[in-house]
């Protein structure tokens, strides 16, 4: 009963759809979507020689079984190439992969994020240790070794990480559900959110193999610098700026979590190789 004004005309509702099967392949929609008859669309000259337009026929059958076969029959009475015939599983499967595609994408979107949370976390654990040097070289006046210090400051830096994960882990388990209502009203498909305990073990298992390769070569640079200069009351030292090979090799596991996750995500070796390969070369030349 309600009226619409479209271009120059005005239109009323005669019916609202509550549900629609064949938005299976129209993705987002950022409104309702309107059918409009054949007669207003002629009347309103909307449709031209410019116009790219479609037609779609859906047929029910009633002998589901036999789809293949009238699928078949169908297709040999059109010899217009631009005539498809598809069946409701097949436009299913293609929604999918389409999804599929879009979350392998939005998967890398992540990981982006991931890298630069760690690029951040790198420079927050080398600032909190060059805020210990002096702590580090009393300790070792008074007959604690380096070694001991250093393990207890990288068990400091591996509680923090673990809290923050927690933390992220039950900000998730929070606003997930409502960012899922949100976005539900533009997807034709039924969200739900979802938190398994691998995701959980994934998430503690990233921030922990983060964690460590970003603290552990760090901790061995401050553990080079001599006990005189960590006394030194200039804070600008820095942390023993030369950086041995042995230090970069603290960073493998990091670095090979990091690759198979890219190849995980997004199902092929060659993309995930493709973005591992690119993202590193970026960290490096920055």
């Known amino acids: 009963g309600d009226s619409l004004r479209l271009d120059r005309f005005q239109f009323s509702l005669d019916a ?16 309702p979507r309107l059918y409009i008859g054949f007669e207003a669309i002629e009347k309103s000259g909307w449709i031209g020689s410019q116009a790219t337009l479609s037609d779609t026929v859906f047929v029910k059958i009633a002998n589901p ?28 499967l293609d929604a999918i992969r389409t999804f599929n595609y879009l979350s392998d994408y939005l998967g890398l979107v992540s990981l982006v994020a991931y890298l630069l949370a760690a690029i951040g976390c790198g420079y927050l654990i080398q600032t909190f240790l060059q805020g210990k040097r002096k702590e580090v070289a009393i300790l070792n006046a008074l007959g604690v070794g380096k070694s001991r210090a250093m393990a207890g400051y990288f068990l400091q830096v591996l509680i923090l990480s673990s809290a923050a994960c927690v933390a992220s882990i039950a900000l998730a388990r929070v606003l997930g559900p409502l960012v899922v209502q949100f976005v539900r009203p533009f997807i ?11 995701d959980v073990t994934m998430a503690i298992g990233l921030t922990l193999v983060s964690a460590f390769s970003l603290a552990w070569p760090l901790l061995r640079r ?4 001599e006990t005189k200069k960590l006394l030194n009351e200039d804070n600008s030292l820095d942390m023993d700026s030369r950086v041995r090979w042995d230090d970069l090799l603290w960073t493998l596991p990091g670095l090979i979590a990091f690759y198979a996750l890219s190849i995980g995500i997004s199902h092929s070796w060659k993309v995930g190789s493709i973005f591992f390969f690119a993202s590193l070369a970026i960290v490096i030349s920055r």
Request: aromatic content about 6%; hydrophobic content about 45%.
């Open 65 to 92: 079984s036999a789809l293949a076969t009238v699928k078949a029959d169908m297709e040999k009475l059109f010899s217009d190439p631009g005539v498809r015939v598809t069946t409701a599983e097949r436009a299913a």
């Open 222 to 225: 401050l553990e080079r610098v």
């Open 16 to 31: 609202r759809i509550e549900d629609d099967p064949t938005r299976g392949a129209g993705f987002f929609a950022v409104a």
């Open 188 to 198: 034709p498909l039924a969200l739900e959110f979802q938190m398994t305990g691998t």
